[in-house]
């Protein structure tokens, strides 16, 4: 079956951890062959996100976004009244929001199959506050400054490890506390995951060394949400409370709020392809 996309254009973060000139150059090739070239092509960090206008003045249809979960995350957020369709492509370090819709496969298959029709358009369920929308999740709490401890990891700065790590581990402990409105369970961080009909929120355990050290093995592996957690509720919405205002990470990137802040459950604006 054929594809209804003919103009394409391509956003790829050379930063990102799997990305590379050349795999755009496959990927151009791929378009080429499929009978609809690529209209457009940004490269990040020089270029710049474009807007729902810009694409629908270019007559684009189908955006192909090669990148990790964090510019995926920025790029939807300026086409949430855009009527074509985004193609996540994996080329960051986790990929998680990929592979939601592709599985493990490389971008190059996943792009002959979108332009050979063996694709679905999708709307997938997501996590709204004022800080913003997340497609993965939202980490809330103190122990988000694991976050910095992993950037240091992956640019292997082992001053900027020693800097960090500290810091990291007097917030999981003595940090002040998230909690979910009507319940006095405090923890260091809740996790926030969204699900086809509600919100799943998971308490992250930091009671002992070793839930510590689990927890910034889990960081600098990747994924944070892999600690050792307990759930928590589920339900359409939540409001995390605290002492002051909340660290956030919004599909790993860092954000803030106010103690009271609400997080709920809505279908993304914007369509994504899926193949698997």
């Known amino acids: 079956m054929a594809s209804s ?18 795999l755009v150059g ?12 690529l209209v457009r092509t940004i490269l990040l960090p020089d270029g710049e996100l474009p807007s729902a206008d810009i694409l629908a ?26 009527n074509g369709a985004m193609l996540p492509l994996p080329g960051g370090t986790l990929n ?43 980490i809330a709490g103190p122990t988000t400054a694991w976050a910095e401890v992993r950037e240091q990891f992956r640019s292997l700065s082992l001053s900027g490890l020693a800097e960090t790590i500290p810091g990291a581990i007097d ?3 003595y940090g002040d506390g998230v909690r979910i409105r009507g319940s006095d369970q405090s923890f260091q961080a809740i996790n926030l995951t969204p699900k086809p009909d509600r919100i799943l929120a998971e308490g ?19 994924d944070f949400r ?33 103690s009271g802040a609400t997080y709920r459950l809505e279908r993304s604006p914007l369509a994504f392809l899926a193949t698997a």
Do not use: Q
């Open 5 to 22: 996309f003919s103009r394409p254009a391509l956003i790829c973060n050379l930063r990102s951890g799997s990305s590379d000139e050349a």
């Open 26 to 37: 496959r990927l151009s090739e791929i378009c080429d062959a499929a009978g609809a070239p």
């Open 57 to 82: 003045g270019e007559g684009v249809d189908l955006l192909l976004v090669l990148s990790g979960d964090g510019t995926l995350n920025a790029a939807a957020a300026k086409l949430e009244t855009w």
């Open 96 to 138: 998680l929001f990929h592979k939601t819709l592709h599985g493990d496969a490389n971008p190059e298959d996943i792009l002959h199959d979108a332009l050979a029709g063996r694709a679905r358009a999708v709307n997938p369920p997501t996590i709204l506050s004022d800080a913003g929308r997340a497609y993965i999740g939202v």
């Open 171 to 173: 917030a999981t402990l």
């Open 204 to 222: 992250l355990i930091t009671d002992s060394a070793g839930s510590i050290l689990s927890h910034g093995i889990a960081w600098l592996g990747g």
């Open 226 to 258: 892999e600690g050792p957690s307990v759930d928590l509720s589920e339900r359409r919405a939540v409001v995390i409370e605290s002492k002051a205002s909340i660290g956030l990470l919004l599909d790993g990137e860092p954000a803030e709020l106010p």
